[in-house]
């Protein structure tokens, strides 16, 4: 019988609560001889991520399967609710996006080194010494407009010796091996995997030629010889993939959604998947030296307009493969401020998830498979019996072991966006 003083709540319509997912990037770890082996989060005091895991409910998540060590990239699409091996189709298309070159349907994709060949067309130097910006950005528009057999070319610099590659136009096939042969002393072809192929290893292999001709003799590799630096000679494609047919996040999902991030690929990723791209201060970098509270204040501004926002925060990850436990450990600390300043600014109702996008071991130097922690936090939720925000503590809650794209329907169910399954 329920009390007569007690409201009686007509749920016609439940109201819509927003979505936050706060991605530490590589944050979980395994037991470090450095720490006494602890984990960096096991290790440090997190008193507001332990704040949601106890007034929220707590769990591990293999953000792809158990035991696959996740790349940032097939790792976020999880996390934005796609199947990643259904979407996932090779690194290039998300390469590009990361550096500003997102393509559509039909395109095929590739991540390439500017890189250095002798006269007789054999590697000398898969880096072209490092050479970076502005040298590449220079020898780049020396690319820019070509067609090859009705193929559109695009191509732009990335960070240091990379770039990105797009072919545009009717045939194309992914399914071709490297140009780049990745060692040194041998030459630059692609091949087609099957017959349809061909026809796109030959278009590669011909912009590969005719990169090395309009840079061989470029004022800036003329500067390089006189300086006795390797010429960036050459541009190498590798990791061809098509753009995935995706379905945009807000259509699948039937919300406004925007990505707060500092890396180039995290920022591609989400334009792939249709996400608006929030533009950010020079203070927020997406390196160790990022202005955590600014970020977070920039996706408290940007909730009040979406109804969900994707946050990304790479350094822990850094100091993962760096090796560095006293530094990811003070980055956890700054986290933890964070994550203080997100449950003192949160005004809106909303449904707040922390977590990471792979484990980034200090031991491993590399992305694990190991499950990674989450906490969800709503102010509606029945809480759990785990209480500290680490690898071990979160084992502890309800949600128990879920895959990364699970997370968006608990976190849309809980947002009451859900869609029933059924009559
Ligand atoms: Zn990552
Ligand atoms: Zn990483």
């Known amino acids: 019988m329920v009390d007569e003083k007690i409201e009686v709540i007509h749920m016609s319509a439940a109201k819509k609560k927003k979505i ?27 008193p507001n991520l332990d704040w949601f895991t106890e007034n929220g409910c707590a769990g591990i998540m293999d953000v792809i399967a158990p035991g696959v060590g996740p790349g940032s990239d097939t790792a976020h699409l999880a996390l934005l609710g796609y199947d990643p091996y259904k979407v996932y189709k090779g690194r290039g298309p998300f390469e590009a996006a990361g550096i500003g070159l997102v393509g559509k349907k039909g395109d095929v994709a590739f991540r390439c080194n500017f890189s250095t060949v002798n006269e007789n067309y054999e590697i000398t130097d898969r880096r072209a010494g490092r050479v970076k910006a502005p040298e590449t950005t220079e020898l780049i ?43 040194l002393g041998k030459v630059a072809i692609s091949k087609g995997r099957t017959k349809e192929a061909e026809f796109t290893a030959s278009v590669v292999n011909r912009f590969v030629k005719l990169s090395y001709e309009m840079m061989k003799d470029h004022p800036v590799n003329a500067e390089r010889r006189k300086k006795g630096l390797p010429e960036a000679n050459i541009l190498l494609p590798r990791g061809a993939g098509s753009f995935p047919d995706i379905i945009p996040f807000h259509e699948k999902n039937n919300m406004t959604a925007a990505c707060v991030a500092g890396v180039g690929m995290i920022k591609g990723i ?53 090796g560095r436990p006293d530094e990811k450990c003070s980055v956890i600390r700054r986290l933890d401020e964070m994550a203080g300043y997100l449950k003192k600014n949160m005004s809106v109702d909303m449904v707040i998830a922390f977590t990471a996008d792979h484990c980034t071991p200090i031991e491993v130097g590399d992305h694990s498979g190991d499950p ?51 009559a």
């Open 372 to 422: 990674v922690p989450l906490t969800i936090f709503t102010k509606t939720m029945i809480k759990d019996k785990a209480t500290k925000f680490s690898e071990s503590g979160c084992a502890e809650g309800k949600i128990g072991r879920i895959r990364g794209k699970d997370l968006l329907p608990m976190c849309m169910d809980l947002a009451n966006r859900s869609e029933k399954f059924g």
């Open 270 to 322: 989400s334009e792939i998947c249709g996400l608006d791209i929030i533009d950010l201060p020079k203070e927020c970098t997406g390196g160790l030296d990022t202005d955590m509270i600014k970020k977070a204040e920039i996706a408290l501004k940007t909730i009040e307009k979406y109804d969900f926002v994707l946050m990304n925060i790479k350094a822990p990850d850094i100091s993962g493969h760096d």
């Open 141 to 183: 528009k020396a690319l820019s407009g070509i067609v090859i057999d009705g193929i559109e070319i695009l191509v732009k610099e990335g960070t240091e010796h990379r770039a990105a590659l797009i072919l545009r136009g009717k045939g194309l096939d992914p399914n071709v091996t490297d140009a780049d042969p990745h060692d």
């Open 20 to 46: 936050l997912i706060v991605v530490m990037d590589g944050l979980g770890d395994r037991s470090c001889t450095a720490l006494n082996g602890s984990t960096p989060l096991q290790y440090t005091s997190t």
